[in-house]
């Protein structure tokens, strides 16, 4: 009975995002660049890995080194966010940014 439920709320889901363009828009844009990074991501760590000689000279593993970095896309995404959230940027301003931040995302420009 419960799937039946689920199905009957996500076939609603999706009839109010055909009405709501933007959403639907935004969803599909998300859907998209979270397979793709979930690909790219799965390639950073063995990348980590198999190159130690490119950070020899930092004197971490590797694997602690991947770490910071990834933690520090957290932080900085966190910190990004919360900034645009708590100022008093005009909504003009907030679309531009996210488009660039998006774009960065998609070629990797962190």
Known sequence: MQF???IYDFKEGLSYMKTEKGLMIKTIYFC???FASGGSQMLILPYFKNHPEHFIN???NVVMLYT???GFGV???LVGGSFIINSSIQQKEICNCNICI???DI???K
């Open 58 to 60: 930092i004197g971490i």
């Open 107 to 109: 070629f990797k420009w």
């Open 102 to 104: 998006h774009s960065c």
């Open 68 to 70: 910071i970095v990834t």
């Open 32 to 34: 998209i660049t979270m």
């Open 75 to 77: 932080l900085g995404r």
């Open 4 to 6: 039946i439920n689920y």
